[in-house]
């Protein structure tokens, strides 16, 4: 419940803020919501303003949903290790020391998160720090410093901007077309109820297109990070990790922290799937 309530209310503040800033620019620019500039105003500022104000919000939203605990001084030899073991490889890989945090799960799994590579959070779950080993957890830790390096956060956040942008301004091209073709003349063009449905209508369809898109980038990003894992701890600890990981929970991790963590859910279809199968990934380290 804390977790709906939160994606709830910040989504709709996110919705409030570019609401405001749509109006001011087209009153600014002197541009209609009608024509296809207009559109595509709309559907920029949506698309990369939702995609951005996440991404910078990334960290404050990743602590409040999963509840994770920032180590700012170690109270224990677990928490010591795992803070000196983030900062060799943080300096090791030339990136600002991330915060690092634990949170509650019985999963093994790990996400990175953040803005930038330099103000970056690297979390792990209870369940990871229980049941691997100390060579498998460094391997993961490593993979989740490689997201960080590797610039994907933002990356992530420039692909899905732009499939946004294009969903939302197709969606309302099209909604527009069938309206315009249904209702003639009977009604002032983008303002019927048809209108609105077939604009919903085309963005949830288009949307599960472009998710296919995000979620095979997402899937590439995965390998280019083991194989930066691999430099920084080597294969073979990597490869333990992945095969250890076989025996996981299914994932509790939602949106960009599914995407930047270790493993994702199981018994999903692959084309949706954020991350590729463990099989995959062993046989690309061995490669």
């Known amino acids: 419940m804390k977790r709906v309530v939160l994606f709830l209310l910040t989504n709709l503040a996110v919705m409030l803020v570019l609401g405001i800033v749509l109006s001011i620019l087209m009153s600014v620019f002197g541009i209609s919501n009608r024509s296809l500039g207009g559109i595509l105003l709309i559907a920029a500022v949506f698309g990369f303003g939702g995609s951005f104000i996440s991404l910078f919000?990334?960290?404050?939203?990743?602590?409040?949903?999963?509840?994770?605990?920032?180590?700012?001084?170690?109270?224990?030899?677990?928490?010591?290790?795992?803070?000196?073991?983030?900062a060799a490889q943080a300096k090791k890989a030339g990136i600002a020391m991330p915060e690092v945090a634990i949170y509650?799960?019985?999963?093994?799994?790990?996400?990175?998160?953040?803005?930038?590579?330099?103000?970056?959070?690297?979390?792990?779950?209870?369940?990871?720090?229980?049941?691997?080993?100390?060579?498998?957890?460094?391997?993961?830790?490593?993979?989740?410093?490689?997201?960080?390096?590797?610039?994907?956060?933002?990356?992530?956040?420039?692909?899905?901007?732009?499939?946004?942008?294009?969903?939302?301004?197709?969606a309302k091209v099209l909604a527009g077309i069938v309206d315009n073709f249904i209702n003639s003349d009977e009604e002032e063009g983008g303002s019927s109820w048809t209108y609105f449905l077939f604009d919903m209508l085309f963005q949830v369809l288009f949307g599960i297109l472009a998710s296919m898109v995000v979620a095979y980038y997402s899937?590439?990003?995965?390998?280019?990070?083991?194989?930066?894992a691999a430099k920084l701890v080597g294969a073979d600890k990597m490869r333990s990790a992945l095969e250890r990981l076989k025996q996981n929970h299914p994932s509790q991790l939602e949106g960009s922290m599914m995407a930047f963590g270790i493993a994702s859910g199981k018994g999903v279809a692959e084309l949706f799937s954020s991350h590729p199968p463990l099989d995959a990934r062993i046989d690309a380290l061995r490669r």
């Not at 990743?62 to 073991?85: C, D, M």
């Not at 019985?106 to 996400?111: L, R, V």
């Not at 080993?133 to 410093?145: C, G, I, K, N, T």
């Open 219 to 228: 899937r590439k990003r995965e390998f280019v990070a083991d194989a930066g």
């Open 104 to 170: 509650d799960s019985p999963e093994m799994n790990a996400f990175a998160t953040g803005p930038s590579k330099n103000n970056s959070l690297v979390a792990v779950s209870s369940g990871l720090l229980q049941h691997m080993s100390r060579d498998q957890a460094e391997a993961v830790l490593a993979h989740e410093v490689s997201h960080v390096a590797n610039g994907d956060m933002v990356t992530l956040t420039l692909i899905q901007g732009v499939v946004n942008t294009f969903v939302i301004f197709i």
């Open 57 to 86: 919000m990334s960290k404050w939203m990743a602590k409040k949903s999963t509840g994770a605990y920032v180590i700012e001084q170690p109270r224990n030899e677990t928490e010591h290790w795992l803070f000196e073991t983030v």
